[in-house]
């Protein structure tokens, strides 16, 4: 399994914006800038974070992006579920959209959809307060 671009781009916007200063917004070029992301691909991923309910948007000349909770409420798990959809580690944990002839009896299920539990949980406990940058002025 690989995490996606998008998903390591968006880890890292969210880690920049949750290093900000409270009440402060980052704009898209400075995002863009501080942690070397495309800023056209970047405007698409925080596009997707603003609808997936992690940030907030303000538009305008003095607009940018905050989180919308405090940073030890945003884990890792939210922001790779909102670029990237639900996490499953194998086709049999996504339930019957899994077209094996064996899913009834199939014996590596449980083992898959142990870990997959594991790993969501280890995701789960990773906050952006553990990760802030030193803040920049």
């Known amino acids: 399994m690989r995490l996606s671009r998008k998903s390591d781009y968006a880890l890292r916007a969210v880690r920049h914006l949750s290093s900000l200063p409270?009440?402060?917004?980052?704009?898209?070029?400075?995002?863009?800038?501080?942690?070397?992301?495309?800023?056209?691909?970047l405007a698409k991923i925080l596009k997707d974070l603003t609808?997936?309910?992690?940030?907030?948007s303000y538009r305008g000349v003095t607009g940018g992006y905050r989180l919308a909770?405090?940073?030890?409420?945003?884990?890792?798990?939210?922001v790779i579920e909102a670029i990237d959809g639900p996490v499953?580690?194998?086709l049999c944990t996504e339930g019957k959209s899994c077209n094996?002839?064996?899913?009834?009896?199939?014996t590596m299920r449980a083992f898959w959809e142990t870990q997959e539990?594991?790993?969501k949980k280890s995701l789960s406990k990773q906050h952006f307060a553990k990760y802030k940058t030193k803040s920049r002025k």
């Open 22 to 41: 409270t009440g402060r917004l980052g704009s898209i070029n400075s995002v863009s800038e501080a942690e070397s992301i495309p800023r056209e691909f």
């Open 51 to 56: 609808r997936g309910s992690i940030l907030v």
């Open 69 to 78: 909770r405090k940073p030890r409420e945003v884990t890792f798990l939210d």
């Open 88 to 90: 499953h580690l194998n």
């Open 100 to 106: 094996c002839d064996q899913y009834d009896t199939c």
């Open 117 to 119: 539990v594991v790993f």
